[in-house]
């Protein structure tokens, strides 16, 4: 094994984002006293190269071709409220397939998760 392959197997591809209330207003209410922090990784050579391949497929499969300035983005929000490109989730059928295509996709990456939750009533 060369050097620039053992450099390239030892590189990781990081993904870290917050869910919750980041501001310490409305404490009381159950929807803004967490704040969640959720680091994602994987190695780059292999696993995530697959992974990015997988949602590519499945993007495709689901919402077809696009143009670059209006590829689909997986936000939660949006899935959820069925928005934008996601409002063809209004088919169950399409909403199934993809959930299960997701789902499988996530069993089969290899990938380390890392969470933590902040209580800010008691931070």
């Keep these: 094994m060369n050097q620039e392959t053992i450099a390239k197997q030892s590189r990781y591809r990081l993904y870290v984002d917050e869910s919750g ?10 929807s803004h006293r967490y704040l969640a ?10 696993d995530y190269e697959s992974f ?25 929000t949006d899935i959820i409220n069925r928005k934008g490109p996601f409002g063809i989730f209004r088919y169950t059928k399409v909403q199934e397939l993809f959930n299960s295509s997701l789902l499988e996709i996530i069993e089969k990456s290899k990938f380390t998760v890392s969470c933590v939750v902040i209580d800010k009533q008691h931070h």
């Design 21 to 30: 209330d980041h501001t310490y207003n409305l404490l009381e209410e159950t």
């Design 37 to 46: 922090l959720l680091g994602v990784w994987f190695r780059q050579s292999g």
């Design 52 to 76: 990015v391949d997988d949602i590519a497929k499945l993007k495709l499969a689901i919402f077809g071709e696009r143009p670059p300035e209006k590829q689909v983005i997986l936000h939660r």
